[in-house]
């Protein structure tokens, strides 16, 4: 008996080893800032994270290639969530607790984000993420002031939806909300400001997941009579919402926030189902120079244009900030950092948009970096406002027409 | 006519959730264990059913395929994991069972990726009855499952393996000195159960998205049928898979959407208080 578990502990102690030695993207040195990329490169938001990684790594070399920030070369240490918030959790305690990073980069979904949010705030490091939840927003999620988020929050997601159906003639909209966090965010958002446009809701209905049918939900909604049905909504609950839509024959537009309907719900449903819908996504900050650099490295990396990947460009745009903040602060006391994060990228200073020129005008004075994604102006929450984007789907292509400020 | 529609709609998803109760009764009653695999090879049909699709535009053959590969992967299960845990504690056969189905998951997440896929079929209006809306597709699947369940209980009640597994079901000393070979009923059994959840496998399939979590989702609600229907009862299970997806319609207009699981839920407890034996179970003497 002794032995075995003498086996075992020797194995555990091996197999936790092996992560040392793979994790670290740069060889190990003195004085370097340690950096955690915690992003999906499987499961769900498997079409992004690899990208997101990649744009890490991008920006970070950027950054050493400038001779570094506040003097220290950035190191990343590269973690998969799975998008999977139990694997997540156990990622971020290992680049916490064994690599000691500095802060965690890059996490895609609310789930994984509020599920990691407590532990950096713990060890008192910052947590950028790419959720869209209003909980990341206030205590206890961002109690420290620590995290900062580079996507459009469901609110904002759902101001665009009622600046949309309000530019599109709509008068009688509906809601349908998947149950969580992030579904129930897009609708109150929209209805939030719909009211204040002076508008109504005609009927609204939150649905519980993993349902087998949503037929008796879209009775109550299609009894209202809508002339569209507003959705916070994943892209599988909507693939069987709008078949038993289709079925009904009942006509109907939709407006639906991009991640839900993209190319696999077209493919999914077909042209037909699908003609007329309303995409909604936020849109990186295209016109930027910031964003032609990026989509650069996003092309040499990963062989693709930059535009494929909204999300990739957020995390540019987190190494690059915090690169800048770290500079600013001349230390990589993160205490300090965080105090400099709402200097270097909110306005008042020299527009900046890369770090090598953000480090020469810090000698002179302030800077406002202006990123790939956004002009990452963080308010009170360390949220940022992108610009969103109205896409049509037309002959089973999704064609964006207009883009939307909020 | 609202809740006449209401209950339409509840009666499919029935036939989902008592497809799955059936074949977890089936191996409760024989093999005394909740087997927690069970919506794992629902989702094997599913996909077996979503390869054949494409490739013969039929639903039947799909069906049939479905059927087969899931009832040879639950027969694999038994012969290679459950058959030599016998004679353990239900503890240890559930907990194998959960391993089993986590593997299952597994493979298919990497055979198939997490992306939802779907059927695709062409889409149809449905009938209009006296105001009541049915959807052809819908009713091709109730005939599917219909079959299914017919052949099922055609083969417990009129046939020799049938009538043996249903000796073992009530007794399995009496059974075994009456001279039963449980060798053949127990593989016979895990064909049939694994043949009735690769039915509702694509049937699901067909409704929702085909995804490698899917049947483990549907698991709660078919265990709950199962118990609802009296352990060990097919007909139970069949019928509490019914009540379930009707009384979960049927309630929307009162407690909402968010509600409906759990007051689908509170009428089995409801249920189970007043008969602890389910709706058909009968009380188990003592052994």
């Known amino acids: ?406 | 006519m609202y809740f006449a529609q209401l209950a339409v709609n509840g009666l499919v998803q029935g036939l989902v959730i008592s497809l799955a109760a059936m074949s977890i009764t089936l191996v409760f009653g024989i093999v005394r264990f909740p087997n927690a695999a069970t919506g794992d090879v629902m989702t094997v049909g599913a996909f077996s059913g979503l390869i054949v699709y494409p490739l013969t535009g039929s639903l039947l053959l799909s069906g049939v395929f479905a059927v087969a590969v899931a009832a040879a992967v639950a027969l694999a299960s038994h012969l290679l994991v459950f058959r030599r845990l016998a004679g353990r504690s239900v503890v240890a056969l559930l907990v194998a069972s959960i391993g089993v189905g986590f593997v299952l998951r597994s493979i298919m997440g990497l055979a198939f990726g997490h992306q939802p896929m779907v059927f695709s079929m062409p889409l149809s209006r449905p009938y209009r009855l006296g105001g009541l809306a049915i959807n052809p597709l819908d009713l091709q699947l109730a005939l599917l499952a219909l079959v299914m369940l017919v052949l099922a209980f055609a083969i417990l009640h009129l046939t020799p393996i049938g009538r043996q597994m249903r000796a073992v079901a009530d007794n399995p000393a009496l059974a075994r000195v009456s001279g039963i070979r449980s060798g053949r009923v127990m593989a016979a059994l895990w064909v049939l159960a694994g043949a009735i959840v690769g039915a509702g496998g694509v049937m699901l399939g067909v409704k929702t998205v085909v995804g490698p979590e899917m049947g483990w989702d549907m698991l709660m609600p078919a265990f709950a049928a199962a118990i609802f229907g009296g352990i060990g009862s097919p007909a139970g299970a069949l019928l509490a898979g019914f009540i379930l997806g009707v009384a979960q319609e049927m309630s929307t207009p009162f407690v909402g959407f968010t509600y409906k699981i759990a007051l689908s839920f509170a009428i089995m407890l409801i249920v189970l208080l007043k008969r602890p034996s389910g709706l058909l179970g009968r009380i188990e003497g003592v052994r």
């Open chain 1, 1 to 406: 008996m002794n032995r075995t578990r003498r086996e075992f502990l020797a194995g555990t102690a091996g197999a936790m080893a092996l992560p040392l030695l793979s994790g670290s993207v740069f060889a190990q040195s003195e004085g370097t800032l340690r950096i955690g990329a915690l992003n999906p490169v499987t499961g769900a938001g498997g079409p992004y994270g690899e990208g997101m990684q990649k744009m890490i790594l991008a920006a970070a070399e950027a950054v050493n290639a400038a001779g570094g920030a506040a003097g220290q070369k950035i190191e990343i240490f590269a973690e998969d969530t799975q998008t999977d918030p139990q694997a997540a959790v156990l990622a971020a305690k290992k680049l916490i607790e064994v690599n000691e990073v500095r802060a965690l980069l890059g996490t895609w979904s609310s789930g994984i984000s509020l599920a990691v949010v407590p532990l950096t705030n713990d060890a008192g490091i910052m947590l950028m993420n790419t959720s869209g939840a209003p909980a990341l927003s206030v205590p206890p999620a961002n109690e420290k002031g620590l995290s900062y988020r580079f996507q459009a929050t469901n609110d904002r997601f759902g101001r665009a939806f009622a600046e949309i159906a309000e530019k599109e003639g709509f008068k009688r909209p509906a809601t349908m909300a998947f149950n969580n966090a992030s579904g129930i965010g897009n609708t109150e958002g929209f209805k939030k400001a719909w009211e204040a446009k002076g508008g109504e809701i005609v009927s609204s209905v939150v649905y519980e997941p993993k349902q087998t049918s949503y037929r008796s939900e879209l009775m109550q909604i299609l009894a209202a009579q809508p002339d569209v049905i507003v959705m916070g909504s994943y892209v599988g609950d909507t693939t069987i919402i709008l078949r038993e839509w289709y079925q009904t024959g009942q006509p109907a537009k939709w407006i639906i926030p991009g991640w839900a309907a993209n190319s696999d719900l077209v493919a999914a449903l077909g042209p037909d189902v699908v003609e007329g819908i309303i995409s909604v996504d936020s849109v990186s900050n295209e016109e930027a120079e910031a964003y032609a650099e990026y989509d650069k490295a996003y092309q040499a990396a990963m062989g693709k244009p930059g535009s494929d990947n909204v999300y990739a460009a957020m995390t540019w745009d987190m190494m690059t900030v915090l690169a800048l903040a770290v500079e600013a602060a001349g230390t990589t006391d993160m205490a300090k950092v965080n105090e400099k994060m709402h200097e270097v990228a909110n306005p008042d200073g020299t527009k900046v948009s890369s770090f090598a020129e953000g480090k020469n005008a810090l000698k002179t004075g302030s800077i406002n970096y202006e990123g790939a994604s956004s002009v990452p102006d963080f308010d009170e929450h360390g949220d940022v406002t992108p610009d969103f984007a109205a896409s049509f789907v037309e002959d089973g292509k999704i064609n964006r027409r207009y883009i939307v400020k909020i």
